[in-house]
Nanobody
Framework: QVQLVESGGGLVQPGGSLRLSCDVS????????MGWYRQAPGKQRELVAR???????NYADSVKDRFTISRDNAKNTVYLQMNSLRPEDTAVYYC??????????WGQGTQVTVSS
């Protein structure tokens, strides 16, 4: 059962940009939040960005002014535009959806590697 599918990860040099996409199955109803988490080797999973059903966005301090989260309600897709990438941004990025207030969904993850 595949309900969230990420794409757009890859290898990019420092200072470069990537745009991640997450396609959310329309079978997931009552979406309260959509967002992105990431987990780097040896690190805990952390929230990168989140956008509410009303369009309000929140970001981790480490990515503020560099990343932008957005959503396309018609397509049930959430995006993460990542600019000015740094090596410390290297991680597996996971799409996340909160449905209502009790149901959590996760994508399979997409690797982002920032390196020369």
């Amino acid at each position: 059962q595949v309900q969230l599918v990420e794409s757009g990860g890859g290898l990019v040099q420092p200072g470069g940009s990537l745009r991640l996409s997450c396609d959310v199955s329309r079978s997931i109803f009552r979406i309260t939040f959509m967002g992105w988490y990431r987990q780097a080797p040896g690190k805990q999973r952390e929230l990168v960005a989140r956008i509410s059903s009303g369009g309000s966005a929140n970001y981790a301090d480490s990515v503020k002014d560099r990343f932008t989260i957005s959503r396309d309600n018609a397509k049930n897709t959430v995006y993460l535009q990542m600019n000015s990438l740094r090596p410390e941004d290297t991680a597996v990025y996971y799409c996340y959806v909160l449905s209502g207030w009790s149901d959590n969904y996760w994508g399979q993850g997409t690797q982002v590697t920032v390196s020369s």
